[in-house]
């Protein structure tokens, strides 16, 4: 017997009060970010929790009318698009054959790919440079995308990997007695039904493209191309007695993220909930 609606209720209100908690701890930074981009410096050292009073809006107006601002959010944009591309293109075809072919090595290869998971992409910066330097890619976004999409591809080929396998092995013979190559297989049908995992880790590739932050600061010295992280940071230190300035700049730049979550976040949940076939 399930129990009662009230007892089912009563149950669920330490769920509820844990996620608005959690809730208001994420959101009220980000409140108090927006509102203090309104005010000028003078009115955050004296109001510093109040309204402002009167509201700046020259904070972002500014902000915006800035030809810089615009070339980081069209950085961080271009080089987001191709990391997602390159990873998601490679590693579907990675994972393609480690599923569906049986090959001598097949283990092993995809273990190799594994463990690339454990290493930190820290470790790699002095050897990176080194490698881009000497292929002339500093100061050219294929410096950040390269690598970003080569680290990228082990949790991808991961999740896909095991998509994959899922597949029915009648659908890919059935497919093969009607004249379809493993290729064909892979472009007309194996991808279509996997949309779901492939939207999934797409969002993953440009969440952690569009983050990061260490690897564009090594590779652009030129501002030209700045990406958001990188452009925060600089934007920090030129106007750092202007407080309320960087604030606004802060907001910003998270738009652009905030909006693709907001559309992503259907797909994310579409991934979770749909199947690969239908039984």
Same mark, same amino acid.
């Given at each position: ?8 209720r ?31 410096t ?6 510093? !929790? ?11 107006? #500014? ?9 980081? /959010? ?5 080089? $987001? ?17 480690l ?5 001598? +090595?097949? #283990? ?6 594994? /463990?690339?998971?454990? !290493? ?10 080194i ?8 100061d ?7 690598p970003? $999409? *080569? ?11 095991? !998509? ?7 659908? #890919?013979? $059935? ?5 379809? @190559? ?6 007309? /049908? ?8 492939l +939207?999934?880790?797409?969002?993953? $590739?440009?969440?952690?493209? %569009?983050?990061?932050?260490?690897l564009?600061?090594?590779?652009? @010295?030129?501002?030209? %191309? %700045? ?34 979550? *907001? ?15 239908k039984?």
């Amino acid at each position: 017997m399930t129990a009662p609606a009230p007892r089912r209720r009563l149950r669920s209100v330490p769920l509820y009060v844990t996620v608005w908690v959690v809730g208001v701890v994420m959101v009220t930074p980000l409140l108090y970010a927006l509102v203090s981009g309104f005010k000028s410096t003078d009115q955050l050292s004296s109001n510093t !929790f109040g309204l402002p009073s009167p509201w700046v809006t020259s904070n972002y107006t #500014e902000i915006l009318r800035s030809g810089t601002f615009w070339r980081s /959010i069209g950085s961080s944009t271009l080089i $987001a698009v191709g990391t997602t591309v390159l990873t998601v293109g490679t590693a579907a075809l990675a994972s393609f054959a480690l599923a569906r072919f049986v090959f001598r +090595g097949r #283990e092993l290869l995809f273990t190799l790919f594994t /463990i690339g998971l454990m !290493f930190p992409f820290a470790v790699a910066i002095l050897p990176l440079f080194i490698l881009l330097r000497t292929f002339g890619l500093l100061d050219n976004p294929w410096g950040v995308i390269l690598p970003q $999409a *080569a680290f990228g591809l082990p949790l991808t080929i991961v999740i896909l990997r095991g !998509f994959f396998r899922e597949i029915p092995g009648e659908l #890919e013979e $059935a497919a093969t007695l009607d004249g379809c @190559s493993p290729f064909g297989f892979f472009w007309r /049908i194996l991808l279509p039904m996997a949309r779901p995992a492939l +939207g999934t880790v797409s969002v993953l $590739a440009v969440v952690a493209s %569009w983050n990061n932050f260490l690897l564009p600061l090594l590779v652009f @010295s030129d501002q030209t %191309w %700045w990406t958001i992280p990188v452009g925060v940071q600089q934007y920090q230190g030129q106007y750092s007695a202007d407080v309320a300035r960087v604030f606004a700049y802060l907001i910003l730049a998270m738009v652009p993220a905030l909006a693709f979550y *907001a559309v992503a976040e259907r797909q994310l949940i579409g991934g979770i909930t749909m199947g690969a076939t239908k039984d």
